[in-house]
């Protein structure tokens, strides 16, 4: 029986029902602990109200801030599964404007707990495909005689290394049409041994296959990748062992989030470096340090750069790529350093640019 939500869960519902009303959100555990939340920085924090309705399982309201440590005005909502208490959502904002949005998630957390559990009961191709991949995504093997049934069915050897698949559905695509774009998906899993994939509500799928079966196939999802760049991205996670797969799975979504709109639509972990820090670094403080960085600089100051830092700062490479004189780079080069402050010729200032033109928002 399902005792829990898993981390990846609560974040699901807290940044589904933050898109709905943009106020802050928090899942507690039942020891008071924030493991997901709308502001990444209180994720591991103390909450003391959480605390107390998980003690005594009643909702509690706070009209004032500061009012309990670690809290801010707002609603705290037990939740409720087969008649246990099993996380607490809290909702920061004035308690008549915030009510109904905490009793959604609420409902949506007992709606995908139920999912979750008849997805371990059944026993259909589909569903045995949606539990696998769930608890190797979340590392929550909770029923290891259904997981080893799961893992016998598709021949997946536990002896052998895996890499987590993160296919992204562009959220402008007709989602009724999903089903076709499976069936593409499909033809590719088909062929590869000890390979399977689920689709995953309500824009991705997720696939597993051996290391040794994606090195020789990789050109395969690569052109795939390609053909469809303007309906889906392709993220490859690290090898890693069955037992490890989550970590293979968050290597995958961190590769995700390093892909920009005007990159390749493919990207594997493994080729990863500065991205796999910038990646984990919060909205504001981005926001912040490039209007620190690159404030005062026009949009084609920034493309510029991108080019110069392309060809290695190389002026006589830049001239010729942007059909320039050299003298004009250098004209340019010292008019965005009186713009911003910092000298694009030079290695630490250019570090700094670099990593300001790099990170996005």
Request: aromatic share 10%.
């Amino acid at each position: 029986m399902i005792n829990t939500i898993s981390k990846q869960l609560a974040q699901q519902i807290v940044d589904t029902i933050h898109d709905v009303c943009g106020y802050h959100i928090n899942f507690i555990n039942t020891q008071g602990k924030i493991y997901a939340s709308s502001n990444p920085d209180r994720i591991g924090n103390y909450h003391e109200l959480g605390r107390q309705v998980a003690l005594y399982g009643q909702t509690l309201e706070v009209d004032s801030d500061n009012e309990y440590k670690g809290t801010d005005e707002g609603i705290n909502i037990p939740i409720y599964f087969h008649q246990k208490l099993i996380a607490v959502v809290g909702i920061s904002g004035k308690p008549d404007e915030v009510r109904r949005y905490a009793h959604l998630a609420e409902r949506i957390s007992n709606i995908l707990l139920h999912e979750q559990e008849l997805t371990a009961e059944n026993r259909t191709l589909d569903e045995k495909k949606l539990y696998l991949i769930r608890s190797l995504q979340n590392g929550d093997l909770d029923n290891p005689d259904y997981l080893n049934d799961c893992l016998t069915h598709f021949n997946i050897d536990e002896k052998k290394n895996y890499r987590m698949i993160y296919f992204k559905v562009n959220t402008h695509y007709n989602l009724v049409n999903i089903s076709l774009l499976e069936q593409n998906i499909d033809k590719i899993f088909s062929p590869l041994k000890g390979s399977v994939y689920a689709y995953i509500y309500p824009n991705s799928f997720v696939g597993l296959i051996p290391d040794t079966i994606f090195n020789k196939n990789r050109s395969t999802f690569l052109k795939f990748a390609v053909d469809h760049r303007e309906l889906i991205k392709i993220a490859i996670g690290k090898a890693s062992s069955l037992p490890n797969s989550s970590e293979s799975w968050q290597s995958a979504e961190t590769a995700m989030n390093s892909i920009k709109d005007t990159d390749d639509p493919f990207i594997i972990f493994d080729d990863l470096t500065l991205e796999i820090l910038l990646s984990g670094l919060n909205q504001q403080s981005i926001r912040e340090y490039r209007n620190k960085v690159l404030s005062g600089l026009e949009y084609e100051d920034l493309e510029f750069l991108k080019i110069y830092y392309e060809e290695n700062m190389s002026l006589q490479k830049t001239s010729e790529r942007l059909f320039l004189h050299k003298n004009t780079v250098q004209q340019r080069l010292k008019r965005i350093q009186n713009h911003c402050g910092f000298d694009p010729r030079h290695f630490k200032d250019a570090v700094v640019l670099y990593l300001g033109i790099n990170i996005t928002l």
